[in-house]
């Protein structure tokens, strides 16, 4: 995850972190949704994305 990936194109070190970290326990919860292995990639990218606003809400308050 690089800070390009967030909606405004800047954040920190730490933030980076903290968005990786709330995407993979987004993907512990919905591993179960993961019928393909091969289609992790996507399958993660999808959470991230939804995970991110979510996350940059939180930041600007």
């Given at each position: 995850m690089n800070c390009a990936s967030t909606a405004t194109g800047r954040c920190s070190y730490?933030?980076?972190?903290?968005?990786?970290q709330e995407t993979?326990?987004?993907a512990w919860r919905e591993?179960?949704?993961?019928n393909d292995p091969e289609r992790l990639?996507?399958?993660l990218?999808?959470?991230v994305t939804r995970?991110?606003?979510d996350f940059l809400a939180r930041r600007l308050v």
């Open positions: 730490a933030d980076a972190e903290n968005l990786v993979m326990i987004r591993r179960e949704s993961l990639r996507p399958w990218y999808r959470i995970a991110r606003p």
